[in-house]
């Protein structure tokens, strides 16, 4: 065994998996895992674990893992993270736990995210639970949203004994791990909907179909259904466009409306209540990992599929496996391209979308080289449906119906990063909903902080 290489990771062949829905990555079996865990060289300073935003005790799990205890792995794991099985597959630890491994610096890094997906997937067949909290306390907390950031602040909360209720505001809890990412990411029986179950496990109770702003709100939650505390976990689901021409005509979608119902309403199926239109050519726009996740369903639903992205790909921002895996299912990168209009058809209907080439200039204040047109390079792509993937920002129906709770000028609520609190007291935020679009670990560690900081203000630290 080669200590400087990862144990490779089994994968559906990119031919194959085009063409359906099942996960991508088929992650270790005992041997493997047990295999890369033993490249681990359990540093005592570990830079893994200062690199992971929910502070897992990584050297920890994987020393586990290498002894083949893979019950103690998970609880290891479980006692940091409410959701191990997500972040093994979607988290990107290449930025993160694994850009941190000491063992990369002569060689490749540790695989901790498929070695965290290991442990969780073995505990999730083998009906190990989480362990829940020992005293209970006469404490109530509303949770506003079952995404990553809503489940982590739950969960954690009720391993600490408080009373939990997190309200969703659609039919199915899970916020972006079940309405955004795609089942071939992320299956929802297999992994999500058992990873809410193991938060439920640990008495937290979720009421769905509840718009917090519409059905209640949260000054009622607090003043007349008895709440101690709310945690705003929201996220951002209101989508950008370009302000192009043509951005009306039809065919035109955002990414969020069109994983949404691809995803939760399964409307790639055409038997559905709310069937999605299928484009035989699909030009998404963006970069980001969300673009990447609705031009792979495009794809998978029989479109070629072009990705549209002003910069070069050294400036993509979506992970690189995303990146990668695309280039070998097929999809075409116009790469230092930005559209310009939406051509359509007479009766309405998308049937090309007008491009400028680009070219990189000067830096921009993220640092990255700000893309600036190249006069009379204009040209069409052929296309009859359009994703616009542009980021997202949060609902402004919350902070527009609770006394007290500013937002700033981005309509993001004005919360602290150490704690989650607000302007409004009682009243904690964090994950999306606070920073704008990001990672659903960036949001997890966003809950982990606020159910700390709910934790001292219920119990008066």
């Known amino acids: 065994m080669d200590v400087l290489k990862k144990v490779p990771v089994r994968e559906q062949k990119p031919a194959v998996r085009a063409c359906n829905f099942d996960e991508v990555c088929l992650g270790y079996n005992q041997e493997e895992a047990m295999q890369e865990a033993a490249r681990c060289i359990n540093c005592k300073n570990a830079q893994c674990v200062k690199g992971c935003p929910v502070a897992i005790d990584i050297p920890g799990f994987i020393e586990q893992i ?4 893979i019950e103690e792995a998970y609880r290891i794991l479980s006692r940091s993270s409410a959701l191990p099985a ?8 290449e930025s993160q736990c694994e850009g941190k491994c000491i063992r990369g610096i002569k060689g490749e890094p540790v695989s901790i995210g498929k070695l965290e997906r290991f442990a969780a997937d073995w505990a999730g067949e083998h009906q190990i639970k989480p362990e829940g909290a020992k005293e209970k306390k006469n404490k109530k907390v509303a949770v506003i949203g079952s995404g990553p950031a809503g489940l982590t602040c739950a969960g954690d909360l009720a391993r ?9 505001a659609l039919h199915e809890a899970g916020g972006v791990l079940v309405y955004g990412i795609p089942e071939f990411r992320l299956p929802k029986e297999t992994v999500v909907r058992r990873e809410i179950a193991n938060v439920k496990e640990l008495g937290v109770k979720i009421e769905t179909d509840v718009v917090i702003g519409k059905s209640t709100t949260i000054d009622e939650l607090m003043e007349e259904e008895g709440f101690d505390a709310v945690f705003i976990g929201s996220g951002a689901g209101l989508p950008k466009f370009m302000g192009i021409p043509g951005e009306q005509a039809n065919g035109v979608f955002s990414a969020n409306e069109y994983l949404t119902r691809s995803n939760l309403m399964k409307a790639f199926d ?3 209540a709310t069937p999605i239109m299928h484009g035989k050519k699909v030009a998404v726009v963006g970069g980001g990992n969300v673009a990447m996740d609705a031009a792979r369903t495009a794809l998978r639903l029989g479109s070629e599929v072009h990705i549209v992205y002003r910069r070069s790909e050294e400036e993509l921002p979506a992970r690189v496996e995303e990146v990668h895996h695309a280039k070998e299912e097929g999809i075409i990168f116009d790469l230092l391209t930005n559209p310009v209009e939406i051509l359509a058809d007479e009766n309405g209907w998308v049937n090309g979308i007008k491009c400028i080439r680009m070219e990189l200039g000067e830096p921009d204040e993220s640092g990255r080289r700000r893309p600036v047109t190249v006069p009379g390079s204009e040209f ?3 296309a009859d449906m359009v994703i616009m993937s542009l980021g ?3 609902n402004p129906l919350i902070s527009s119906t609770t006394e007290g709770l500013e937002v700033n000028k981005w309509k993001c609520i004005i919360a602290d990063e150490e704690r989650g609190r607000t302007t409004k007291e009682g009243v904690f935020a964090g994950g999306d909903a606070v920073t704008g679009a990001a990672t659903v670990i960036l949001a997890m560690g966003a809950g982990k902080a606020a159910a700390q900081g709910i934790d001292e203000y219920l119990s008066g630290k």
């Open 66 to 69: 290498k002894d083949g205890n």
């Open 86 to 93: 997500v972040c093994g597959r979607v988290c990107p630890q």
């Open 160 to 168: 600490m004994g408080y009373d939990v209720t997190i309200f969703e």
């Open 270 to 272: 055409e038997n559905a």
């Open 380 to 382: 069409v792509i052929d």
């Open 392 to 394: 997202t920002s949060p």
